[in-house]
């Protein structure tokens, strides 16, 4: 029942209101059998609307989703003297039996300021050199607990002599002074196990000079 104040309630012939202005029904019944399409203006409110009316669809960024699995990590090497004749590398080596294949998203070359320089790119090569593993290592998502160990090495080496042998030196990049060479490749170069993506920096228009720079990579580890 509902009630109308100052003797307002409407005249009702078969349930239907004589003194409206549409066919509205005012009986509890019809009330809820029409309440998707009135919202009556003296407090009854349909439990409708209270409905969840949206769906969601997000479009998540591959690294962002890699991220929130526990899969992408980052990391550098800092300060690798090169010049005077002689070379520096860094690379993300994939061991053998790691259990994972290793997408290279982002990498970049920055830092030297004082010459202009020539860095290559080497896919499975093997590299000149004493090699160094880079403690500068991290996973991307830091809220995991206990946080994700990387199965790829961030390896380097400074003031080598040579170039990589064997495996295929995929492109160049050159760079003047003080620019920083970075691009994001989108996890496209992929490594198995015992593979592995190499940066060379050298500086062949001022090979007298001696120089420094850092290699920075973005990657992550998907489980064979």
Do not use: C
Request: proline share 10%.
């Amino acid at each position: 029942m509902f009630n109308y104040p100052n003797g307002n309630a409407p005249k009702l012939y078969q349930n239907k209101a004589l003194n409206t202005n549409s066919d509205i029904l005012y009986s509890q019944e019809n009330l809820q059998a029409y309440n998707q399409e009135y919202v009556p203006t003296f407090g009854y409110t349909p439990t409708s609307i209270y409905k969840p009316s949206i769906n969601y669809n997000v479009d998540v960024p591959i690294n962002l989703a890699k991220s929130l699995e526990g899969k992408y990590f980052v990391g550098y090497a800092d300060y690798l003297p090169f010049g005077e004749g002689t070379n520096a590398w860094a690379r993300l080596y994939n061991p053998p039996y790691s259990g994972v294949n290793l997408h290279v998203t982002v990498w970049s070359v920055s830092d030297i300021s004082q010459t202009s320089f020539t860095a290559q790119f080497w896919f499975n090569s093997t590299p000149p050199g004493f090699v160094e593993e880079s403690n500068f290592v991290t996973p991307a998502n830091t809220t995991l607990s206990p946080l994700p160990t990387p199965k790829i090495k961030l390896q380097y080496a400074v003031s080598t002599k040579g170039f990589p042998t064997g495996g295929v030196r995929a492109f160049i990049r050159r760079g003047q002074p003080g620019t920083t060479l970075v691009d994001d490749e989108q996890g496209k170069f992929i490594f198995p196990p015992g593979g592995s993506f190499l940066i060379l920096l050298f500086n062949p228009q001022t090979p007298s000079l001696f120089v420094s720079g850092s290699i920075a990579f973005g990657w992550w580890e998907e489980p064979i």
